[in-house]
């Protein structure tokens, strides 16, 4: 019954900046890490950055110091702000959760599409 809807993408410039939520719903008991993955077409899905339900955040080396990610506990929801995007950067950005049910469950989202291009 649990599901992560991620919402935000779009096409945004080489620079430019955009912003992801990502939303639980259903029966949860308690949610403890969340993060955010991408994915490019024929490529390896990769760790963009994850946090902690006590806020401890850790970031891919190559987005360190753009991008931010951050939690609104009693909205069941996680964002991603990103900033000087650049066009390597294109691709489907997947929500993901570890979450309590009655035993503890790791969940994706659809993804939402990112494409950073002039």
């Known amino acids: 019954q649990v599901q992560l809807v991620e919402s935000g993408g779009g096409l945004v410039q080489p620079g430019g900046s955009l912003s992801l939520s990502c939303t639980a719903s259903?029966?949860?008991?308690?949610?403890?890490?969340m993060g955010w993955y991408r994915q490019a077409p024929g490529k390896q899905r990769e760790l963009v950055a994850t946090?902690?339900?006590?806020?401890?955040?850790n970031y891919a080396d190559s987005v360190k110091g753009r991008f931010t990610i951050s939690r609104d506990n009693a909205k069941n929801t996680i964002y991603l702000q990103m900033n000087s995007l650049k066009p390597e950067e294109t691709a489907v950005y997947y929500c993901n959760a570890d979450i309590k049910v009655t035993g503890v469950y790791n969940y994706w989202g659809q993804g939402t599409q990112v494409t950073v291009s002039s």
């Open positions: 259903g029966k949860i008991n308690r949610i403890y890490n």
């Open positions: 946090i902690t339900s006590g806020d401890r955040t």
